[in-house]
């Protein structure tokens, strides 16, 4: 069995991803106190809900809206879900919602990184990646309990592969693309 060797981009590539990932884990443990306090509290309390009554995707459910169901009309709430899947196996701690939002942020580099490299070149995918990787604003909201970082990661994806699709005109590609979007709404 032959194991394929890494270029020298490919070591540049997880340089990059794992100074993003120590920048965007720094203090996970922090409260909910960022200038988005108020919008982290409600994608957290609406996973608190998933996991405490109501596991139903579709019916996302805030606390402050009092007796009654206090449904909310929201993005597809992929990282209040994770979340309260995760709470069944670590508790319920706000990290872990800011851990999700941190590892789409991490796939969002990733797949901004293999967007520029189908359209440009290796040098230039290795710098959005490494601006992507050390822009302030990019890290503050991917470590945040926030649905941003899913969307941006799955919107980057999806472009990706509509690319390789164009360029390869393989079915299953606009498929798999299909899919992709399917969980930013």
């Known amino acids: ?105 991490l796939w969002g580099i990733f797949a901004l990184y293999k967007l520029v490299r189908r359209v440009w070149n290796e040098q230039n995918a290795l710098a959005s990646a490494v601006v992507m990787a050390l822009l302030p604003g990019s890290i503050f909201i991917e470590r945040s309990f926030l649905p941003d970082p899913v969307m941006v990661a799955l919107v980057t994806t999806n472009l990706w592969i509509l690319v390789v699709y164009l360029q390869t005109e393989r079915w299953h590609y606009l498929l798999i693309a299909a899919a992709v979007v399917a969980g930013t709404f």
């Open 1 to 105: 069995m032959k194991i394929p060797k890494f270029h020298t981009a490919t070591y540049f590539l997880i340089a990059i991803l794992a100074l993003a990932a120590v920048l965007r884990f720094h203090h996970i443990n922090q409260p909910l106190v960022d200038v988005f306090s108020w919008r982290e509290t409600s994608t957290a309390m609406m996973a608190d809900n998933f996991y405490d009554s109501n596991w139903n995707i579709f019916y996302p459910e805030v606390s402050w809206g009092g007796d009654g169901p206090n449904y909310q009309g929201r993005e597809f709430q992929t990282v209040s879900y994770l979340a309260a899947l995760l709470y069944v196996i670590v508790g319920q701690q706000d990290w872990v919602g800011c851990s999700i939002a941190i590892m789409f942020g």
